[in-house]
Nanobody, 123 residues
């Protein structure tokens, strides 16, 4: 099993940046597909970015392309989400997730989830 713990959320002004971290334990995260999702109040959880390091396949949702970047530090067993040029519509609880298959778009395909971290972008 993999345990995931997110951190790094907070309040930032429009145009600002944040870096989210997702610390994994239990198994080496490089052996899994990982994704970042977000959920705004009253909305469904949505896919932000997914990747599987062994294949170098990475997929971003259109609204964050060019602004968000996923990366990993295998030595720390940690996944990062660098978020630049933040907009108020990026406000949500952000979750990292992992599964042993591919970087799927559907949240239901992921087996392991963190507890989430709040990101608030003020206008």
């Amino acid at each position: 099993q993999v345990q995931l713990v997110e951190s790094g959320g907070g309040l930032v002004q429009t145009g600002g940046s944040l870096r989210l971290s997702c610390a994994a334990s239990g198994r080496a995260i490089r052996n899994y597909a990982v994704g970042w999702f977000r959920q705004a109040p009253g909305k469904e959880r949505e896919f932000v970015v997914g990747t599987r390091w062994s294949t170098t396949s990475t997929y971003y949702t259109d609204s964050v392309k060019g602004r968000f970047t996923i990366s990993t530090d295998n030595a720390r067993n940690t996944i990062y989400l660098q978020m630049d040029s933040l907009k108020p519509e990026d406000t949500a609880v952000y979750y990292c997730a992992a599964n042993s298959g591919g970087p799927y778009y559907a949240p239901s395909r992921y087996d392991y989830w963190g507890q989430g971290t709040q990101v608030t972008v003020s206008s």
